[in-house]
C-alpha cells in the first residue's frame, strides 16, 4: 500500500531549533551603544536642563512687560520764576540802576540748569548774582539778585506794561529759551527805577 502520512526525521537528521532570543540579547553590541549605557543618566539630565532652559525661555519672553517711565517735563514746564521785591545793595546806590530779588523754583524732574538770563530792553544793561550759567536742583529754589542799569535814557521803557526776563533753561530733556512776565508790581518798580534814574519827561 502507498500512503503519506507525517514524515519523520530521518536517520542521522534532526529537525531545526528556533534561535535562542536570549542569544540575540547575550551578541555583543556597538561602541556606540556601551557609550550610551555608560552615559545615559548624563545624556538625560542634560535633556532635562535643555528643557527647563528652553520652557523658562518661552516664559520670560512672554512675562508681562513693564511700561518704560515717562520722559521728564521740559524744563519750562518745570520751573517757576517769581518777583519776590525790590532789594537794598550797591546797584541800588548808583545812580541809574535797581536791584531786585527774583526766586526761581524748581518744581519736578531733574536739576535745571539757568545757562542765561537777560532782560528785552536796548536801553538797560543786566547783570545777575548768581551768574549764569548755575544750576538748581529739583524741589528746591534759588535767589537770584538781578540788577538793571540805565545805559540809553531815550531806549529805556517809562511805562513797561508786562516786562519780562528771558532765560535760557536746560535739563536732561531739553534746553529751551522762555520768556517770564514778572508781574505788576515788577512793572511798577522798574518805572520808578527809570524815571529816577531819566527824570519825569516823556520821550
Known amino acids: 500500500m502507498s500512503g503519506t502520512g507525517p514524515l519523520e526525521p530521518g536517520e542521522g537528521t534532526h529537525a531545526w531549533d528556533a534561535p535562542d532570543a536570549s542569544g ?20 538625560l ?7 527647563l ?4 525661555g518661552y516664559l520670560y519672553a512672554d512675562r508681562p512687560r513693564q511700561p518704560p517711565p515717562p520722559p521728564p517735563p521740559p524744563p519750562s514746564q518745570a520751573v517757576d520764576l517769581d518777583y519776590m521785591d525790590a532789594v537794598p545793595g550797591p546797584g541800588n546806590a548808583e545812580p541809574g540802576s535797581f536791584s ?22 536796548a536801553g538797560l544793561s543786566m547783570t545777575s548774582s ?4 548755575f544750576r538748581t536742583k529739583p524741589l528746591s529754589a534759588r535767589k537770584i539778585i538781578v540788577t538793571l542799569r540805565v545805559t540809553e ?9 508786562l516786562p519780562f526776563l528771558d532765560v535760557t533753561l536746560r535739563n536732561t530733556r531739553a534746553i529751551e529759551a522762555h520768556s517770564f512776565i514778572l508781574g505788576q508790581r515788577y ?7 527809570i524815571r529816577d534814574a531819566c527824570g519825569n519827561d516823556s520821550r
Open 45 to 51: 539630565t542634560a535633556a532635562a536642563a535643555l528643557a
Open 187 to 193: 512793572a511798577q518798580h522798574l518805572s520808578q527805577a
Open 153 to 161: 535814557c531815550d531806549e529805556a521803557p517809562r511805562n513797561p506794561g
Open 100 to 121: 531786585f530779588a527774583v526766586r526761581l523754583s524748581v518744581r519736578s524732574g531733574p536739576p535745571v540748569t539757568v545757562t542765561r538770563l537777560a532782560q528785552p530792553y
Open 53 to 56: 532652559l528652553a520652557g523658562g
Open 130 to 133: 548768581p551768574a549764569a550759567p
Open 24 to 43: 540575540l540579547r547575550g551578541r555583543p553590541r556597538g561602541r556606540l551603544a556601551r557609550h550610551y549605557d555608560r552615559h545615559r543618566r548624563t545624556a
